[in-house]
C-alpha cells in the first residue's frame, strides 16, 4: 500500500448530495441523540442548514427538561409519541449508536454528521484535493503504518463524500489519546495540555497511569473553561497540576482570542475577539524548568496548531517530547501539522488513529 499514490487510492463518490441536504428533505420529526459536549454543536449547524430539530433524547434517565433551549426526552417518551422519526447522532462513537438503534421500528433515518465543530461544516472540496494532491500523497507515503494510511484514507473519504461510515472500520473503541499501539506511558510523564478546556483529557491521562506521573501543565484560555477546569481538578483530587489561562502560539505577548466554550480559537483583530496573554511552548517551558523533562505535548485547537508546534521549535529539536494531536477537525490544518513537525524534526515519526468514532476524532501521534 505505501507504494500507491494516495489521490489513486481514495474512493470518491458521484455525484455527491451533502448530508445537509438530505436531512432537509427528510419529512419525519428529527431529533438528536446526546446532550453531551458533541451534541452541544449540533442546533448551531441545524440552523446554519435551515434543519427544524424537534428536540434532544437521551436513552433513560434525564436530568433536565432543556439542552440548548430545546425540549429533552427520553428514547421511549418518542417511541410512544412517534410512529417514525429520525436522528442525528450527537455523541462521540457513530458506529457504536448505529448498532444500538437498529431494530428500533419506530426511527426512520439515522444521520452521522462528518464535521461539526467550528463551523466547519462543508466536505472537503475537489479543488483542495488538486491542490493539495502532492502535499497529501507526500504524508500518506510517509506514515508508519498502514493502519495509518488506512486512517488517512477513510478521513478524507469520509470527508469528501460527507458519508461517516467510511471510518466506521478504523476506529478501534478503547483507543485514546493515552492508550494505544503507539506508545506506553510510564511514571515519567510531564504532559503539557494545550486546549486544556474543562479537564477531561487530564482527568482521562491521571486514570490510564493510575495517579502515578511526574506533573501536568494545563493551559487553557476561555475564563469559563479555566474556572471549570481548576474545580474539576480539585475535585478528582488531580494534584501537581499547574494552571495556565493563557494561548500557547509561535510568539509571546498578546493575540486575539474568539469563541467559548468548546469552539474558541486564535484569530486576527477582527473586533469580535478579546486579548489573551500569549506565550510559546519554549518560553513556558523555560519559565517552569521543564525543558527536559516535558516528555508529552497534547493539542486540541481547531486551526492554531501549525503556529503551536512552531513556538515549540527547540523543544522538538532537543528533547523530542511525544506529540499528540487531535487533527480531524480541519483537512488544511492537518496538512499543515505534519509539515511543520517533519520541518521541525525530520525525526519524528508519524502516526494516525481514531480516537473517538467520528471524523472529526482523527489524532495525529508523532512519536
Known amino acids: 500500500m505505501k507504494d500507491e499514490k494516495f489521490i489513486e487510492r481514495i474512493h470518491i463518490e458521484k455525484d455527491v448530495v451533502p448530508l445537509y441536504q438530505r436531512i432537509q428533505n427528510d419529512t419525519a420529526p428529527i431529533y438528536i441523540w446526546g446532550i453531551g459536549a458533541l451534541a452541544n454543536n449540533l442546533p448551531a449547524y441545524c440552523r446554519a442548514h435551515s434543519i427544524n430539530v424537534q428536540g434532544f433524547f437521551v436513552d433513560t434517565g434525564k436530568n433536565t427538561d432543556f ?18 422519526f429520525s436522528v442525528i447522532i450527537g455523541h462521540s462513537n457513530y458506529e457504536d449508536g448505529l448498532k444500538r438503534l437498529e431494530g428500533i421500528p419506530n426511527i426512520g433515518n439515522v444521520y452521522f454528521l462528518t464535521s461539526l465543530c467550528y463551523e466547519i461544516y462543508h466536505p472537503i472540496a475537489n479543488e483542495f484535493m488538486k491542490r493539495e494532491e502532492e502535499a497529501v500523497n507526500c504524508i500518506f507515503a510517509d506514515l508508519q503504518d498502514d493502519l495509518s494510511r488506512e486512517c488517512l484514507c477513510s478521513y478524507f473519504e469520509a470527508r469528501i463524500n460527507d458519508n461517516a461510515r467510511y471510518m466506521f472500520p478504523y476506529y478501534k473503541k478503547g ?9 506506553e506511558l510510564t511514571c515519567d510523564e510531564l504532559l503539557l495540555d494545550v486546549g486544556a478546556c474543562v479537564g477531561d483529557a487530564i482527568l482521562s491521562f491521571a486514570d490510564s497511569v493510575s495517579g502515578q506521573y511526574k506533573g501536568i501543565i ?4 476561555d475564563e469559563q473553561n479555566f474556572s471549570k477546569l481548576r474545580a474539576n481538578m480539585i475535585k478528582r ?20 482570542f474568539e469563541g467559548e466554550k468548546e469552539r474558541g480559537g ?3 483583530d477582527t473586533g469580535r475577539g478579546r486579548s489573551c496573554p500569549a506565550i510559546t511552548i519554549d518560553s513556558l517551558c523555560r519559565e517552569l524548568a521543564v525543558e527536559q523533562s516535558l516528555s508529552i505535548i497534547k493539542i486540541n485547537f481547531p486551526f492554531s496548531v501549525p503556529e503551536i508546534l512552531w513556538g515549540a521549535r527547540g523543544i522538538l529539536q ?12 480541519d483537512e488544511k490544518v492537518l496538512l499543515a501539522s505534519y509539515r511543520a513537525i517533519k520541518e521541525i524534526n525530520p525525526q519524528y515519526c508519524i502516526h494516525l488513529r481514531y480516537t473517538l468514532g467520528i471524523p472529526q476524532g482523527l489524532t495525529l501521534f508523532a512519536v
Open 237 to 256: 483530587g488531580v494534584d501537581n497540576v499547574i494552571f495556565r489561562q493563557e494561548c500557547l502560539y509561535d510568539q509571546d505577548g498578546y493575540v486575539y
Open 218 to 221: 494545563a493551559a487553557e484560555p
Open 175 to 183: 483507543t485514546t489519546y493515552w492508550i494505544n499501539d503507539i506508545f
Open 67 to 84: 439542552f440548548q433551549g430545546l425540549p429533552v426526552y427520553e428514547l421511549n417518551e418518542l417511541i410512544e409519541k412517534y410512529s417514525s
Open 266 to 268: 486564535i484569530c486576527g
Open 318 to 329: 532537543k528533547t523530542k517530547p511525544k506529540i499528540i494531536i487531535r487533527a480531524g477537525f
